[in-house]
């Protein structure tokens, strides 16, 4: 069924950039966006997207569940649907901070879930066209081409963390852990980017302290069906629906157990 899917998922996502997100890149009016919560941004581009994708996709597959960032903002209830059945997950402008400083990366991103297990997972970059899709047990791939991961050559691990998210005295005791072990690079501040970095080899790891699953369910397969791995702070699986603190991404089992130990342990 995941592969059937995909052609017609990528169709959709290619017409919300050309017809919906694109033409508004670096012309948002001031009425056009708004603060969510404080630092967090919503657009029209954001609703309009959602809503175009949870129409096109509840017609692709009527049976599943649909489940938007822009909706479960409304009603986070919505979410407690992932672990029953078949259910789409869609952020529908990822990265949009960047989206209204008028910059890149950003990324529109669907992820499919099987009774809350990750599926399937498409992240389209609408600014360079580039697709990333996976599918479980059956590999990861970049505009059509099989990769796996691979290491960034020389230096330390390299890790993207989002320190801004974390208080002060968080912040002080993870750069202390890191230093003289590993090189802590900033985050691109969109997932959609993230996972490619890691499994591409510009970044080792990722700490990410935000977990939704819409921000996550198609990068973590990716990432996995790849040769890395996703994990909570503590080791437990990361599991979509299942409440948890935190995650570490790596492009390797290795360089996971290399984060944990330096970060946490």
């Known amino acids: 069924m995941t592969h059937s899917l995909y052609q017609p998922v990528l169709d959709l996502m290619r017409q919300v950039a050309r017809d919906i997100m694109m033409p508004r890149f670096r012309s948002l009016a001031a009425h056009e966006y708004s603060e969510k919560t404080p630092g967090d941004f919503v657009t029209i581009v954001d609703r309009e997207s959602e809503a175009f994708l949870t129409q096109e996709l509840g017609r692709l597959l009527p049976e599943a569940s649909i489940i938007g960032e822009e909706a479960a903002a409304d ?52 600014a360079t066209g580039r697709i990333c899709h996976a599918v479980r047990g059956g590999g990861f791939f970049i505009d059509g081409a099989r990769v796996w991961t691979r290491r960034r050559a020389g230096g330390l691990p390299r890790a993207a963390i989002a320190t801004y998210f974390m208080p002060p005295d968080r912040q002080a005791e993870i750069h202390a852990r890191a230093a003289g072990k590993i090189d802590i690079v900033s985050i691109p501040r969109c997932a959609g980017e993230q996972y490619p970095r890691l499994i591409l080899g510009q970044n080792d790891i990722a700490l990410f302290e935000r977990t939704h699953p819409w921000d996550h369910a198609p990068g973590a397969l990716m990432l996995e069906e790849a040769g890395g791995t996703i994990a909570r702070n503590d080791g437990a699986p990361y599991r979509l629906g299942i409440a948890g603190k935190g995650a570490i991404a790596a492009n390797s089992p290795q360089m996971w157990d290399l984060a944990k130990a330096v970060l946490f342990d």
């Open 75 to 126: 009603d986070p209830a919505i979410a407690d649907r992932i672990g029953e059945g078949a259910a789409w997950i869609i952020d529908p402008l990822d990265g949009t901070n960047n989206f209204t400083e008028g910059k890149s990366p950003f990324a529109i991103m669907i992820g499919l879930a099987i009774d809350g297990a990750r599926e399937a997972g498409w992240i389209l970059d609408p």
